[in-house]
């Protein structure tokens, strides 16, 4: 049987390695794409300590991996979008719910749903087309979803909303999307970072960029808002949510928070020795910070709600951004994969480096493995 390589996950907490899987055929809707590209995203190293508590239905032999660039090899018979040949950055869906392991995207060939895959154009190499998938996709939940920030939809010839959306985060790869997402469909965007990001952001689209370090950000943008209309937040990194219940308590409009973020965090948390010692005040930590943000919210006024980045594979939202806007916006150079690609190796071998290096922090850049012929 035919078969290419991939890197494995072989049971929950283990350790990657690289085995021979067998070669599969697409579904109907489904393309085949040979990779030439992956990015790494926080979801993977944390499905690899803590998969057991927030992928608890994922079935093992695993292979993780959203975010694929590369070139397509064989097309299921519905698809009329898609040739052999074409080069497409798309989300891999392996690691959602019910979804295979033929989809995920650290292996030489994926299998990506076409619903969820756009054209590359010839000008944008496959590295910054693999940064798109799930900080794009996370970010387009948020906004677009009708039980999220329900904000209209992205175009080509935005029209102003009048409204203001807080992106808190600006400079992660969900909060560079969020901006250019929002800036198309017609709002006004107001964002944080370290402030060295400032230029790139407002590059991306954004207004206004505070610094997310100093304490006196959310009173500032309290007074910036102030005769403006918000169209309620995106809060992307610990401690943005709070810092938002407070801005969109004292602000006229939506008072809404897509999160992105828990209130506390899994990324010190070893698979395997020293687990339990970590694990349990971690826990702890975010049961009672859901606890205090919850309270603080009802007090303000605010609701919130988390986001699951790969529900925009179920609704309308997947098809929008990958089937109508990404493809003309791309070719446009109006939207940009953005941040910026860093190259961390080639090879299926180097993706745990880059996982942990992705945990030690980036700052306004995506890493990147390249994959197959260089
Ligand atoms: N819910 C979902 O479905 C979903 C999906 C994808 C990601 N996420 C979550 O979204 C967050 C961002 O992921 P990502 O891949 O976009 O991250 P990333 O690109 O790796 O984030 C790097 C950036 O994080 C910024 N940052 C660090 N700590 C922060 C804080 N406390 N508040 C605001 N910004 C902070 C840094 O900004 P400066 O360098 O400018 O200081 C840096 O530029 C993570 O918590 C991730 O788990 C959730």
């Known amino acids: 049987m035919p078969s290419h390589e991939a890197l494995i996950l072989g049971k ?50 695993a292979i993780l991996g959203s975010d694929v660039a590369g070139e397509v090899i064989a097309v299921g018979s519905n698809i009329t979008r ?5 080069r497409v950055a798309g989300f891999a869906a ?3 719910k019910g979804r295979r392991s033929a989809e995920g995207g650290f292996q030489e060939q994926v299998i990506l749903l076409e619903k969820m895959t756009t054209p590359l154009p010839d000008d944008l190499s496959f590295e910054a087309g693999s940064v798109l998938p799930l900080a794009l996709t996370t970010a387009a939940s948020g906004l677009f979803q009708s039980d999220f920030l329900g904000m209209r939809h992205p175009s080509t010839q935005p029209v102003s909303t009048g409204q203001t959306l807080i992106v808190w985060g600006g400079s992660t790869s969900v909060g560079c999307n969020a901006i250019q997402l929002a ?49 309620g937040a995106l809060t992307i990194g610990t401690g943005s949510a709070k810092a938002c219940i407070d801005i969109l308590g004292a602000s006229k409009g939506q008072r809404f928070i897509a999160l992105a973020t828990p209130p506390g965090s899994f990324d010190e948390i070893p698979a395997g020795r020293g687990r339990w010692q970590k ?34 594979l179920h609704n309308d939202v997947g098809p929008m951004i990958y089937r109508e806007f990404l493809p003309s916006v791309l070719e446009s150079g109006q939207f940009r994969p953005a941040p910026e690609p860093e190259i961390v190796g080639h090879g299926l071998e180097v993706i745990p480096e880059a996982l942990e290096r992705q945990r030690k922090g980036v700052s306004a850049r995506k890493l990147v493995v390249t994959l197959g012929p260089r």
């Not at 898609?82 to 074409?86: A, E, Y």
Request: include cysteine; charged fraction near 20%.
């Open 279 to 312: 694990l349990i005040p971690a826990l702890m930590w975010i049961v009672a910070g859901n606890i205090s943000l919850t309270l603080r919210a009802r007090r303000k006024g605010v609701k919130t709600k988390f986001i699951w980045g790969g529900s925009a």
């Open 183 to 231: 800036v198309a469909a017609g709002y006004d965007v107001i964002t944080t970072s370290s402030l060295h990001n400032a230029p790139y952001l407002k590059s991306l689209g954004a207004r206004v960029v505070y610094d997310r370090h100093c304490p006196s950000t959310p009173s500032v943008m309290i007074e910036e808002l102030r005769g403006r209309e918000v169209c």
């Open 82 to 86: 898609f040739r052999v040949g074409d």
């Open 12 to 61: 929950k907490r283990g350790l990657f390695e690289i085995r021979a899987v067998p070669d599969t055929a697409p579904g109907t809707d489904e393309i085949l794409v040979s990779v030439r590209a992956v990015a790494v995203n926080p979801f993977e190293r944390l499905i690899q300590s803590v998969g057991d508590i927030i992928t608890p239905y994922m079935i093992y032999p």
């Open 94 to 96: 392996g690691a959602e």
